[in-house]
């Protein structure tokens, strides 16, 4: 289907045929209050003109530099099959696949995305994903309210800050109460998220690993929420779950992830992927599409959208979400990824970039005055604090090609000396040497 | 035609009066109007309806709406079979349908008898 925007002869028509005399007219019932003053968009260009302007932007990046950075986004490698594959055409569509007649091939490989994440997190259902890890986990937050019809949401601050800004910033105008347990070094403070609860706690919300790299068990904490009526949430870093303890294994009610590790690239933020995966009893509260496996009338298979009842386009102002469309491309994306690991694959990377971090922790708390910021167990990110500020020694580092990792105190307060330092597969030994030595060299 | 022994909300419920405790499910017009029933979401035991204020929900594979108590009172059963097969809804909406029994706090006013609301279901066609 091209893409025709209409002519002023199609607006004229089809604002006649509705009664309208006028754009403005169309859109009077919304007040002049609440509509945007300007949108703030320069002039159209020319496309030799456009291309220069973005052209010019793309060369202000800094590329090549070795990178330590992870802090939710990872820069795994992605097999160039899994860019061959996703380049076919057939699969640049913006349609909807609700007419399932006309969209087995889309709706098939949206049901074998769900399966693959449901499985990676141990999990029954999972939808068609959502815009990203932290729309996903203010969703995976909605339903337990929703679910439990109750108002308050246990949130721990190993949460990545980035994820707990947006949940404050969505439920800002909600009648809701977000109560944020402080870290003990790095570590997520259990006994303190327990005592938190109460017959008012619509959920818990805990992240593994957490932000500052920590792998934690959260299975107590869950099942005292479970005796509370509350639901478990945790928000995972999906490549690690082929090595870690499942969500579905610490009792959890909703898993989400950031699917970006998944075979995408880092892509300067986006677009990403939303994991949304939950238990069966919850299904009914997953926002967005759903797609099921079943039987037509003559015994065959196909591949329907499901619990449509969930949905703004019946339930109108009653939907689950408003969210009706997913990110079916990086979805997809991240099936063939995984497909082509396969179970195996993805273990390894996790395991390759566990024992790099591994590496790069005895290596960098063998300088003087560097120190690993928790004692607990830790996948391929750790934090590390430093003799002085950490932005400084980023800034020091940058200038010699290496990122060193994220500088903490930009979200956590006290912490100007933390640094968390992560690795995949592709920092090579080498590389942590050298960073080990610059490193040594700015303190 | 609808059975006499019922009463009858405008919205398509009905209610089976019988002492102080009063069954309700929704009519044979409202299951064929919604189609193919896949899930009823029902209160608990013990919480309290409304007359004429919604009380669950019902989907079918086209459509979701809203349940409204024709009577008010306390919950005091609720249909557990709905769960496993809503489809009784299509099947028995006057019988194994049946949804929640209500103990009444009050006598339900201005229902419609089973002619009356006969005139409303053939209106809604």
Known sequence: MPYVPHTPEDTRAMLGAIGAGSVEELFAEIPLALRPKSFDLPGGLSEMATRQRIEDLAARNSNGMVSFLGAGFYDHYVPSAVDALISRGEFYTAYTPYQPEASQGTLQAIFEYQTAVARLMGMECANASVYDGGTALYEAMMMAVRQTKRVKVIVSETVSPIYRILLDTYTRNLKLTLVTVPHAKGGTDFAAMQAALDDATACVVVQNPNFFGCVEDASALFAAAKAKGALAIVSAYPVLQSVLKTPAAMGADIAVAEGQSLGLPLFFGGPYLGVMTSTKPLVRQMPGRIVGRTQDGQGRTGYVLTLQAREQHIRRQKATSNICSNQALCALRSLIHLSLLGEEGLARTARVSMENARYAAKKLTAIKGVELLSDKPFGNEFAITLPRSAQDVCLTLIEKGFVPGFPLGRYYQGMDNALLVCCTEKNSRRDIDILAAWMEDAI | ?125
């Open chain 2, 1 to 125: 035609m609808f059975p006499t022994d019922l009463l009858y909300t405008p919205s398509h419920e009905w209610a089976k009066i019988e002492g102080d405790t009063a069954t309700v499910g929704i009519t044979s017009f409202a299951q064929e109007q919604l189609g193919d029933i896949t899930f009823v979401d029902l209160p608990a035991v013990g919480a309290t309806v409304t007359q004429g204020k919604e009380f669950g929900s019902i989907e079918s594979v086209k459509a979701a709406s809203e349940l409204y108590s024709p009577v008010s009172g306390e919950v005091v059963e609720v249909n557990a079979d709905l769960d496993g097969a809503p489809e009784l809804v299509n099947q028995e909406p006057f019988a194994g349908g049946w949804m929640i029994k209500v103990k009444l706090s009050a006598k339900p006013e201005g229902l419609l008898d089973a002619a009356a609301y006969e005139e409303t279901a053939k209106s809604c066609h």
